[in-house]
Every structure is written in C-alpha cells, then in structure tokens.
C-alpha cells in the first residue's frame, strides 16, 4: 500500500480491481480543518481510458507490481513492430494498435522499456530524451525574432518540434519525447 500523496506519474496501482497508472497527480491543501486533496488522472491499462479521481490525503491505494525490462526496437513491417529482449534475446511482437501514438518515436536499433502486468504486456516507456535529425524546416531569417525566436521543424518519426532559428534540415537536436519540447543539439 502506498499513501495517495506519494502518487506521481508513471506509479501503477490497483483500484476497484483494474490496473491504473498515474497520468498527472496535484496536491491541494484545504482551507481549515479539512484534510488535504490528491486529484490524479489514471488512465485504466486494459482499454486505454483515462478517468479523473480525488484522493484524500489519508488514503492508501495498492500498489500494482509492474515488471520493466529492456528491450531492443527492431523493425516493423507495417502492422507489427518487433523488439527484442536485451536479456533473453527473445523477439516480442506487438501491434500498432498496442503501441498508438508511441510509434513515431521508435527508431531502429534504440532501447525502448516493455512494462508487463502479471505475465500481460501493459505498454512500452520510451526514453525521457531522444536524439532526431531534422528533415523538414524552414531558414531562420537573421532577426526575426517576432515569433520569440524559434520555428516548426519536422524531425524524423514525423514529429513537429519547435526549433529556434538557427537550426537547419539535417542537424541532429534532443527531443522530450513527452512534452515534444526542444532540449538541446545533439
């Protein structure tokens, strides 16, 4: 069991019997005597939905033990996508269903992270921070800086990222893969 104010994004836990995993968790303290707020964004593992629901602060919740193991992206053939086992060398297939929105950030031959729930694959974790080359932008115009500087650049995978001006079609940039945001050259 863990307390509800230790919920954070990524935390897997049980409730009404489903798997959920913390989407985004804020704490509010009350006015007065009241006990403080926990309001979380769970999204269920089996189908995908995404719920809202307030903890009391007081509150404890099951933990779900999700194992994590590191896997290999491989290739994909158009509907399916193989990794492989770091460990094992087992090959997994999996579907783009399975993978949805994710897929644009697999590339060939980088580690991704399999989460199973119970012997049931649950999803894949990409890294915090990915290295793309940039295939499609528009040349920085010397002081136009009216936009604050940056511009949309298509990176591999198909991923628009806003960019500052300097940089140029083939340039390899770092990328958070969860909030699409520019981190840096690579």
């Known amino acids: 069991m863990i307390e509800t104010l230790d919920l954070k994004p ?5 409730l009404d019997g489903r798997v959920m995993q913390v989407i985004s968790a804020d704490r509010h303290k009350t006015v007065g005597r009241g006990a403080g707020m926990v309001r979380t964004k769970l999204k269920d593992i089996e189908n995908g939905n995404v ?3 307030t903890f009391r602060s007081t509150e404890k ?3 779900a033990y999700v194992e994590r193991r590191e896997h ?34 697999l590339k060939e031959g ?9 012997g049931k694959l649950i ?4 890294p915090n921070v990915v290295e793309r080359r940039v295939v499609k932008t528009d040349p920085g115009v010397r002081g136009d800086t009216a936009q604050g500087g940056t511009k949309p650049a298509v990176i591999e995978g198909g991923v628009t990222v806003e960019v500052p001006l300097f940089i140029e079609v083939g340039e390899v940039v770092s990328v ?7 981190a840096g050259r690579a």
Do not use: C, H, P
């Open 10 to 14: 990524g935390v897997t836990i049980e």
């Open 51 to 53: 719920y809202e629901k």
């Open 61 to 63: 919740v099951a933990e």
């Open 72 to 105: 290999q992206y491989l290739y994909s053939d158009g509907e399916n996508y193989y990794f492989m086992d770091n460990e094992t060398y087992e090959q997994v297939q999996l579907t783009a269903e399975q993978i949805g929105e994710q897929r644009q950030w």
């Open 110 to 118: 980088e580690a991704v992270t399999l989460t199973t729930y119970q």
């Open 123 to 126: 999803g894949i974790e990409l």
């Open 176 to 182: 958070y893969t969860g909030t699409r945001e520019y």
